[in-house]
């Protein structure tokens, strides 16, 4: 794996594609690197505007980049209001960069296993502004993301390790789980066919 001393400031969402490919030529992650790397692109709204897709019923998920097989590179466009349900990560290793507005972001513990029905207890609440880097991973616990302005739009971009297409949401009344499949609004810029997905 290339070196901390390595990593420069990627000029373009291109040039930090690239430099991703290269941190993710071995099989080791190396959570920092990935973590300053993605910091070190200050966001540029012409380098992510074609993957910019709102839908005003949901927040939408728009591919970038298949990583190789390694990660998926995905831009979420979050509308007034929307979030996500509370969600794990399916062993991934997951990498939020906010590209445009502010996402609050709460940390759950894992359900119970010998009290069903107990709701889910909140582990901590915080907010990534614009160009800030959060991380999480399944050790770390469960999530929801969510763009509270009720007046402007977010934008993140999101890397996860090895990417995934199925993942588990959570109620967080009752700590019930079910399974939800992964699916994209677009791919590299081009609408995809609706399916019907978390």
Known sequence: MASKAKIKAPE??????RELHEVFESDRVDIDQVKTLMESYRSNQ?????????????YTRNLVDEGNGKFNLIVLCWGEGQGSSIHDHTDSHCFLKVL????????????????P?????????????????????DSIGLHRMENTSHSDTAC????????????????????????????FWSKYGERTPFTPGC
């Open 117 to 137: 029905e107990k709701p889910l207890a909140v582990k901590g609440v915080s907010y990534v502004d614009r160009d800030e880097v959060a991380y999480i991973n």
């Open 156 to 183: 993140s971009l999101h890397l996860y390790c090895p990417p995934f297409d199925m993942c588990n949401s959570f109620d967080q009344r009752t700590g019930h789980k079910r399974k939800c499949k992964v699916t």
């Open 100 to 115: 445009d507005g502010k996402l609050k972001e709460t940390l759950f513990e894992w359900p119970s296993e010998s009290e």
């Open 12 to 17: 373009n969402l291109d040039e930090l594609i």
């Open 46 to 58: 012409d380098d992510w505007q074609k993957y910019a897709n709102y839908d005003p019923f949901r």
